[in-house]
C-alpha cells in the first residue's frame, strides 16, 4: 500500500516533492529536536490523486490520516471532539515550493459547541476558548464554506459599537459568545446549513479545501509568474494547535535570521502579544519589532535567538521563521529559505563564506543573476534636495516615480499601457498580486515589514514602503491626505524604498555603482569562470561602464549609431544623395574624422582590451526622414511655398527615399552587401579605424581592434570586404608608417553562415554569432512584427516555451550556433568566437554559449555584472566543481 500519510518524525527536508516545503521543513526540525508542535503530512502525491480522481479523497488515503490522526491524540494526550480535553489542529497547506499566503490555512480546528465549553473550563480562561472558536468559525466558514469574512466583520463591528467598545481585547468571554451566535446565524443564513459541529467532518472538509486552494485564482497567477509548475500539487499539514493568544505571556511572529533587505547579520522580524496566526503578516495591528521581546520575555528571545543560529547553521542559509509563544513557552510552527533582495543576497552570500557556513563556490550559486538587475539600476540623486511628504517602513530598496492609484486593477490596466504607476493600499493581500506586479512601487499605510507587501515587494525586486501611518487613505475619494497635503489619484511621487521617504512629484536618478560586497562576489566568479565577458557599447560612455563594470572587451561596436547623431545626420544625407563618386567621396571625408574620433574614445576607455568594430550594417534608407512626413511637405511646399529652396532639397530627398524604398528591408540591400555595393563606406570606416589607432599608438595607448563584417552568408562576400580593410589598412600604413595587428572576422547571423561556417571560416579571424538576427532568420520571424502579433498567443498557447528573442532557441538557433563553431574550427582552428546578441546577458543562453565551447558572450554594459556571475555559475555547475555542499 502506498504511504500517503506522514508523521513529522518520519520525514525530512529532502522530502519537499513529496511533504512540500513546509512538511519537509517540519519533520527536519522535528528530527533535531526543536520545539515544534506534533502533526502529520498528507503527501503532494495524495492531492494529485485527489483530483485524478475528480476531487475526492480515496478511502485509502482517508484511512491513513484517521490513523495517524489517532498516533497524534496518542502522542498529544488529547482527542479531536472530546470536550474533556480537546485536540486542536491547524489544518496547512504546503507546496513543493513556497508560495506564501496564495493557498489556505485554517487554525483551531475541532472547536464546536462542547469544546469550546470544554476549554474554557480546562484553561480556566473562558474569554481565550471563545475567542478561539469565533477565529474558528470565521476562518472555517470564508475558506471551506465559501462564506465573505465581510458579514462576519461588520457584525463585530456593529457589536464593538452597540456595546461602547472601540478594539477586540476588550471584549470579554461573553461577549464572545454573544458574536458566536451571530457567526452561527450567519452561517446558517448564506449556507442554508448549519456550521458543522463533527470535528471529524470539519476536517475532512478541510482537507479538501486546502486540495482545491491548490487550483485558486491567485495561486495559478504566483505559479504562472514564478514559474512553478502546475502539475505538483500541495501537500497538507495537520499540526497540534499552540495559541499565542492565552494572553500577555503568549505571542505569536516572523523573522528572518538576517535582514533580508540588507542583508545585515541582525535577526530581523516582528511580533504581536497576545495574538494568533496572521495577525502579523495581516497588517491589522502593526506589530513590535523583535528584539523589543528581549525585554518583554527574555528568556524565550534567547531561545528564540538561539533557535534561529542552529536552524541557519543546519540549512546553511538565511532562514524565514515563524513562530508562537504559548504561555512563556516557544514554538517553532515554520522554517524556509528566506526570499530577500539583490542587494541582501550578495551580502549575505559574502559574510557567510567569512564565517565559515558556505565556500566560494556556493557563495556564487547562491545569488540569481536576474535579481542583479534591482541593484544596477538607477537610484535617487542624493544631492538632490527631498521634501519629504512623509516616512514610512523601508520594506524594499529601490527608487520609483509614478502616479498614484489606489486599486490593483487599475494599477494592472495603466501598468500594461506603459505608464508608471505607484500602488498605494492601507495593506496588500494576495489578491492584488497583479497589480505590484505592473506598478514601479507599493506603499501601504499598515503592517510592517513583513506584511504582505513588503514580503511579495522583496520577491519581485520591487521598492516598497509599509506601514507608512502618516498617510490617511481614502479608497472611495481615490486620495491620501498627509497633514494638510491632500495627494489625488494620478497625481506623481517618488518614493526611496531603502529610506522609506516618500515624496511629492519627481526627483532625478542617477547611475548606480557596485558595493563592495558584490565587487568581491564577482572577482571569486571571474577566478572560476571560463567564459568571457565583454559589453556591447557604441560611444565612449558606454565603453567606460562597460569598463568600469568588469567587460573583458567589446563585443559589438555598431558604427550605426555614430551615423545618426543630429549634427552628422546632414552630411550622412548628403552622401547617400550624392550622384557621383566624387561627391559621395566629398562627404566621406567629413565623416571620416568624427568616426576616427568616436573610435578613439572607445579605444581609450577599453585601455587595450579588444574592442571590435562592426562596419555599417542597416540600410541607407534608415538615415532618411519618413516618406509619409516627406510627401506631406513636399506636397505642403509645393503648394504655399512654390520657390523655397528647401523644395528642391526635399524634392530630391524623396525621390531617394523612393528609391531605396525595399518590400523587406530586413532582407535587403544592408550588411555587407552594403559595402559590395558601396566600397567607399566600409573603406572610409576601416580608413577611421586605422587612424584612430595610429593616434592612440602615438599616445603610447594600447590597442586591440577586432573589424567586423555583417550579413554574410556566403564565403565570398567576406573575401572581398576582407580584401577592401586590408587594403585601407596598408593605405593608412604607408601614410602613417605604423604597422597594425588587427584581426578580421564576420557576424554570423545568416543560417547559411552557419552552415557553411567551414568555408566562411578560412576567411575569418573571428565568428560573432548575432544571434538577434539569426533568431530572425532562422524562425523567418521578424522581431517586431512577432513580438507585437502573434508571440505572447504563441507562448500562451504553449507554441514555443519562451519568447527565443529572450531565451535561446537552444534547439533551433543554437544548433546552429553548435554546427558554426564545430565547422568554423575545422578549417581555423584559433578561430575566435562569442555571441554578441541579447542572449549574452540571459543566464539560461550564457550557460549554453559555456557549453558550446564559446570564448565569449557580450551584452549590454548594465548586464556584465550578471553575465560574469552567470558564466560562473554555468563553469560550476557544468564541471561539477563541487564544494563541500550538493549543488
Ligand atoms: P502560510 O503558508 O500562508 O504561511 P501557514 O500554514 O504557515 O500559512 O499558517 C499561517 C500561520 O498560522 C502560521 O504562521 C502560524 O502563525 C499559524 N499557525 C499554523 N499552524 C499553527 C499551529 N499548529 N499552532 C499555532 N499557530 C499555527
Ligand atoms: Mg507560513
Ligand atoms: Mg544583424
Redesign the pocket.
Known amino acids: 500500500m502506498k504511504k500517503y500519510v506522514y508523521l513529522f518524525n518520519e520525514g525530512n527536508a529532502s522530502m519537499k516533492e513529496l511533504l512540500g516545503g513546509?512538511g519537509a521543513n517540519l519533520a527536519e526540525m522535528t528530527n533535531i529536536g526543536l520545539p515544534v508542535?506534533s502533526g502529520f503530512t498528507i503527501t503532494t502525491e495524495a492531492c494529485n490523486a485527489y483530483y485524478d480522481s475528480g476531487k475526492a479523497i480515496s478511502p485509502e488515503v482517508k484511512e491513513q490520516i484517521l490513523i495517524a490522526l489517532e498516533k497524534l491524540e496518542q502522542h498529544t494526550d488529547k482527542r479531536l471532539g472530546d470536550p474533556t480535553n480537546p485536540l486542536l489542529?491547524?489544518v496547512?497547506?504546503?507546496a513543493v515550493f513556497s508560495m506564501?499566503?496564495m493557498?489556505d490555512?485554517i487554525?483551531n480546528l475541532g472547536m464546536n459547541d462542547e469544546t469550546a465549553r470544554g476549554m474554557a473550563e480546562l484553561t480556566n480562561n473562558p474569554r481565550f476558548a471563545y475567542d478561539s472558536y469565533r477565529r474558528f468559525i470565521q476562518m472555517f466558514s470564508d475558506v471551506v464554506l465559501g462564506v465573505d469574512v465581510y458579514f462576519f466583520e461588520q457584525l463585530l463591528e456593529e457589536y464593538r459599537e452597540e456595546k461602547g467598545y472601540s478594539s477586540d481585547p476588550e471584549l470579554t468571554a461573553e461577549d464572545w459568545q454573544e458574536v458566536i451566535k451571530g457567526y452561527k446565524e450567519i452561517v446558517k443564513k448564506r449556507t442554508k446549513k448549519d456550521f458543522p459541529q463533527d470535528p471529524r467532518e470539519q476536517l475532512f472538509l478541510s482537507i479538501n479545501s486546502v486540495f482545491d486552494s491548490w487550483n485558486n485564482q491567485r495561486a495559478i497567477v504566483y505559479r504562472r509568474l514564478n514559474k512553478i509548475p502546475g502539475h505538483l500539487g500541495t501537500a497538507v499539514?495537520i499540526?497540534?494547535?499552540?495559541?499565542?493568544n492565552m494572553g500577555d505571556d503568549s505571542g505569536?511572529g516572523?523573522a528572518f535570521t538576517r535582514n533580508p533587505s540588507t542583508g545585515e547579520a541582525v535577526l530581523y522580524g516582528e511580533y504581536l502579544i497576545n495574538a494568533?496566526?496572521?495577525d502579523v503578516v495581516a497588517g491589522i495591528r502593526t506589530p513590535k519589532p523583535i528584539l523589543t521581546l528581549k525585554d518583554e520575555m527574555p528568556t524565550v528571545y534567547q531561545q528564540f535567538a538561539d533557535t534561529c543560529h542552529h536552524l541557519e547553521q543546519h540549512y546553511k542559509d538565511m532562514q524565514d521563521i515563524?513562530f508562537?509563544v504559548e504561555r512563556g513557552k516557544l514554538f517553532i510552527?515554520?522554517t524556509r529559505t528566506g526570499k530577500r533582495t539583490a542587494q541582501a543576497a550578495i551580502r549575505i552570500a559574502v559574510e557567510m563564506v567569512a564565517e565559515g557556513i558556505i565556500d566560494k563556490k556556493n557563495a556564487i550559486l547562491r545569488v540569481d543573476p536576474d535579481q542583479l538587475n534591482q541593484l544596477l539600476h538607477r537610484r535617487l540623486d542624493d544631492k538632490v534636495e527631498r521634501n519629504l511628504l512623509a516616512k514610512g517602513l523601508p520594506a524594499s530598496p529601490g527608487a520609483a516615480t509614478g502616479g498614484v492609484v489606489f486599486d490593483a486593477d487599475e494599477a494592472e490596466t495603466l501598468g500594461n499601457e506603459g505608464k508608471k504607476v505607484i500602488l498605494v493600499r492601507p495593506e496588500t493581500t494576495p489578491d492584488d498580486i497583479h497589480g505590484i506586479v505592473a506598478a514601479q512601487a507599493v506603499v501601504t499605510s499598515r503592517g510592517g515589514m513583513t506584511s504582505h507587501a513588503a514580503v511579495v515587494a522583496r520577491g519581485m525586486g520591487k521598492a516598497c514602503i509599509c506601514g507608512c501611518e502618516d498617510l490617511k487613505i481614502d479608497l472611495s475619494k481615490k486620495q491620501f491626505i498627509v497633514g494638510d497635503t491632500v495627494v489625488n489619484h494620478g497625481d506623481v511621487i517618488t518614493i526611496d524604498g531603502g529610506t522609506g521617504e516618500i515624496m511629492l512629484g519627481e526627483i532625478p536618478m542617477i547611475e548606480p555603482e557596485l558595493s563592495d560586497e558584490f565587487k568581491l562576489l564577482l572577482e571569486w566568479a571571474d577566478e572560476t569562470r571560463k567564459l568571457g565577458v565583454r559589453a556591447n557599447a557604441d560611444n565612449p560612455v558606454d565603453a567606460l561602464r562597460a569598463f568600469e563594470f568588469g567587460a573583458g572587451g567589446i563585443g559589438l561596436c555598431r558604427t550605426e549609431h555614430m551615423f545618426m547623431d543630429p549634427k552628422r545626420i546632414p552630411i550622412v544625407q548628403k552622401m547617400i544623395l550624392a550622384e557621383t563618386y566624387e561627391e559621395r567621396k566629398e562627404a566621406l571625408d567629413l565623416l571620416l574624422p568624427m568616426q576616427q574620433g568616436d573610435f578613439e574614445g572607445i579605444f581609450e576607455a577599453m585601455q587595450g582590451l579588444p574592442v571590435t568594430i562592426r562596419l555599417l550594417d542597416p540600410p541607407l534608407h534608415e538615415f532618411l526622414p519618413d516618406k509619409e512626413e516627406l510627401l506631406v511637405e513636399v506636397t505642403k511646399l509645393q503648394i504655399t511655398d512654390p520657390d523655397n529652396e528647401e523644395l528642391q532639397y526635399k524634392e530630391k530627398l524623396l525621390k531617394k527615399v523612393n528609391q531605396l524604398a525595399e518590400f523587406n528591408p530586413m532582407l535587403g540591400l544592408r550588411g555587407c552587401r552594403l559595402g559590395l555595393m558601396h566600397p567607399e563606406i566600409y573603406e572610409m570606416q576601416a580608413k577611421a579605424i586605422f587612424y584612430a589607432i595610429a593616434t592612440l599608438n602615438d599616445k603610447g595607448l594600447p590597442v586591440k581592434p577586432e573589424i567586423m563584417i555583417p550579413l554574410v552568408g556566403h564565403v565570398n562576400e567576406l573575401k572581398e570586404m576582407r580584401e577592401l580593410v586590408i587594403n585601407a589598412a596598408n593605405e593608412v600604413q604607408q601614410e602613417t608608417g605604423k604597422e597594425f595587428n588587427y584581426l578580421i572576422g564576420t557576424m554570423i547571423e545568416i543560417p547559411r553562415a552557419a552552415l557553411t561556417a567551414d568555408q566562411i571560416a578560412e576567411e575569418a579571424d573571428f565568428f560573432s554569432f548575432g544571434t538577434n538576427d539569426l533568431t530572425q532568420t532562422t524562425f523567418g520571424f521578424s522581431r517586431d512584427d512577432a513580438e507585437g502579433k502573434f508571440l505572447q498567443a504563441y507562448i500562451n498557447h504553449k507554441v514555443l516555451p519562451e519568447n527565443p528573442f529572450v531565451v535561446l532557441d537552444q534547439e533551433g538557433v543554437g544548433k546552429l550556433v553548435e554546427t558554426g563553431v564545430k565547422l568554423g574550427r575545422q578549417t581555423n582552428p584559433t578561430l575566435k568566437t562569442g555571441i554578441c546578441g541579447e542572449h549574452g546577458g540571459e543566464k539560461h543562453s550564457i550557460e549554453f554559449c559555456y557549453n558550446t565551447g564559446l570564448d565569449y558572450v557580450s551584452c549590454s554594459p548594465y548586464r556584465v555584472p550578471l553575465a560574469r556571475l552567470a558564466a560562473a555559475q554555468a563553469t560550476i555547475r557544468n564541471d561539477k566543481i563541487i564544494g563541500e555542499e550538493k549543488i
Do not use: A, C, H
Not at 239 to 244: I, K, L, P, R
Open positions: 513546509k508542535p489542529v491547524s496547512r497547506s504546503g506564501p499566503g493557498m490555512t487554525l499539514n499540526q497540534m494547535m499552540v495559541f499565542g505569536t516572523v494568533q496566526g496572521e515563524e508562537t510552527l515554520q
